[in-house]
């Protein structure tokens, strides 16, 4: 009885061994079919992954069906860039690398993976290619400018980013508050948008700014110093502080709001985009030579030592509704042979003071005034056409310098205001016609103040 019993203990237990091995050998084939390069894990791993990529490529593809980027073929230009648009409708953080260092292609960065579009032939590819980090923070390198940013920390420490490439970005990056960036560019170009509530200083290579956004391109609420730059077109937008420092060449649109100091700005005029300041702020332009120059001023405006010119007709130089110096050195002049009428190279208007001291206007028409003008010092108004100063019935005009010289072809002044001329020179210079004045009087002989060392030829003013 009790063998027959261990008999069958002894069975179930070898039972028990053979069913584990048995088991053990289903699992390993188990996990062999699920597992390894042709498992049906990786194979369902890949058709999902196919599966991915072919739908990236198709919405890919309807956002170029939008926009065929035929304009892309020389680089992202800063005009609306619709292909990225339709893009971000499925993925905002979509976005489209327009990189000088990829000729023939540009890099689409969509749903979490790179895709590649051919500029000929529009083809759609996986990108399997080596991703260039753009910029760097001592060794550490960094895809996108973006992600520099966010590595700086936020304690106002100054910290220094490297460009290790030209970069060309349709997204904004943004620096924050008590982030302190030196951004070093290296001689690359860079075309990015920029909002700023920190302390950014950017220098030597190129930077241009999109003008995507309706504020600005380049929104700054903290500190921005751009400095030592070949090449800067800009549409800023500054609330704070802006300091620009020696650009080689520079155009563009500036609102201001707060206080921007310009220094050694070589302003240049291309393809109709011209250097067009709106001032509600304080400016402060030294030592400059800037074409295409254009400001409406509603505050403060100071130039020293700067050459002022700009070219479209029936255009100003200068619109004043605040303040405005002219000092030192400073040449103001117009391109144009004529202004239409209500038009000059200076507006002063109503409530508006404009004083020069030292420095020249030339061009047609110089001056319409119906505010404050104090001349002063070593200054010069030379008119090329029939008016030099058209001071008109809330006008006040004040000049004293022995130095101050005004002159035109017919009259010098024409006066409706109010004249005080302590000393200096009015002359007008056409030798042709009878009815030639240094100053023109069409208000009370009382409105015309003249000193004993005012000069006005010819010496008969007119007074109605």
């Not at 699920?34 to 369902?44: S, Y």
């Not at 070593?378 to 058209?390: D, K, L, M, P, S």
């Not at 004249?419 to 015309?448: P, Q």
Request: overall charge negative; glycine content about 8%; aromatic content about 10%.
């Amino acid at each position: 009885m009790n063998q027959e019993k261990q008999k069958i203990q002894g069975i179930t237990l070898i039972a028990l061994v053979v069913t584990i091995i048995i088991l053990l050998i289903l699992a390993g084939v188990s996990i062999a079919t699920l597992t390894g390069n042709n498992g049906m894990l990786a194979k369902a791993t890949k058709a999902k992954s196919e599966t991915k990529y072919n739908q990236d490529m198709e919405i890919i593809r309807m956002a170029l069906s939008v926009d065929n980027m035929e304009w892309i073929v020389e680089g992202y230009n800063g005009e609306e860039d619709i292909f990225l648009s339709e893009l971000q409708k499925t993925d905002e953080k979509a976005e489209v690398d327009y990189q000088l260092c990829y000729p023939d292609y540009v890099i689409v960065y969509y749903n979490e993976d790179y895709y590649k579009v051919d500029y000929e032939t529009r083809e759609i590819s996986r990108y399997e290619g080596e991703m260039k980090n753009v910029a760097k923070i001592g060794n550490t390198e960094y895809e996108t400018l973006q992600a520099a940013f966010d590595a700086v920390p936020q304690n106002n420490e100054e910290t220094e980013i490297f460009l290790l490439k030209n970069i060309s970005t349709c997204q904004k990056a943004n620096v924050k508050e008590e982030q302190n960036i030196i951004l070093q560019l290296e001689n690359y170009e860079v075309l990015v948008d920029i909002e700023n509530e920190g302390k950014l200083k950017i220098t030597n290579g190129e930077l241009t700014t999109n003008r995507r956004f309706a504020e600005g391109s380049l929104i700054n609420r903290g500190e921005v110093n751009i400095e030592s730059m070949n090449r800067f077109k800009y549409y800023i937008c500054n609330y704070n502080t802006l300091n620009i420092n020696t650009i080689e060449e520079g155009f563009g649109e500036l609102t201001n709001y707060g206080i921007v100091n310009i220094t050694k700005f070589n302003g240049m005029d291309y393809y109709n985009i011209y250097n067009n300041f709106e001032n509600e702020g304080e400016i402060h332009i030294i030592d400059s030579n800037i074409h295409g120059f254009k400001v409406d001023n509603k505050r403060n405006i100071k130039i020293e030592n700067t050459y002022l010119d700009f070219r479209p007709v029936n255009g100003y130089i200068i619109s004043n509704e605040g303040k405005c110096e002219i000092l030192g050195n400073t040449n103001i002049t117009s391109k144009n042979e004529s202004f239409g009428v209500g038009n000059a190279i200076i507006i002063n208007k109503e409530g508006a003071e404009f004083v020069m001291s030292g420095g020249c206007i030339t061009g047609d028409r110089l001056m319409y005034n119906n505010g404050i003008v104090r001349m002063s010092g070593n200054t010069q108004a030379i008119g090329t056409g029939f008016y030099g100063i058209e001071n008109q019935f809330l006008g006040e005009i004040y000049i004293s310098g022995e130095e101050v010289y005004i002159k035109s072809y017919l009259t010098g002044i024409k006066n409706d205001g109010k004249i005080e001329m302590i000393s200096g020179k009015i002359e007008a210079t056409s030798s042709g016609d009878s009815k030639v004045y240094a100053i023109y009087n069409n208000n009370n002989k009382d409105a015309v103040v003249l000193g004993e060392s005012a000069i006005t030829l010819p010496k008969n003013y007119n007074v109605d």
